[in-house]
């Protein structure tokens, strides 16, 4: 049975696959940032609330295998948080949000199949319960107070 925090954060990634679907494909202005900030608004809070939470913690551990997967993490939240700030600030009538767009949710998809696959078994055999209780509570103070661009 998986935490609660895990299963939270699978269902922000399956919001966020869904909404980066959505985002790609929409052609007309008014749809395209009306999905811009509903994305923003899933992706942004999220990436910090785990860099607060689980990546602070992993860079800890005294596992080099977990230590390398969280470099290899923020990383790729780097490369989101760049895209989505240029999404962000384009036109959303110009030629190339599109393919913008779709470069966004690629490179986040690719990073969920990360966690997912990689990240969230560790994150399960280093922390027990409690720790992960605790990581948890970081997470969602880390949202409440989520800043935004
Ligand atoms: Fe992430
Ligand atoms: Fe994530």
Redesign the pocket.
Known sequence: MKHEFLKH?KQDHDEQKQLGQRLAEATAAGERKRLRRKFHDSLYP??MG??ASI?KRLQQVDDEEAKKDCLE?LR??RE?MTALRELMAMNSESDVFQAKARALDELNRH??G??EGK?FGHLERLFDEQELDRLFELYEASEEGKPVF
Do not use: D, P, R, V
């Open positions: 954060l999220h990436l785990e860099e990546f993490n790729e939240h989101a990073h969920i990360h966690e990240t």
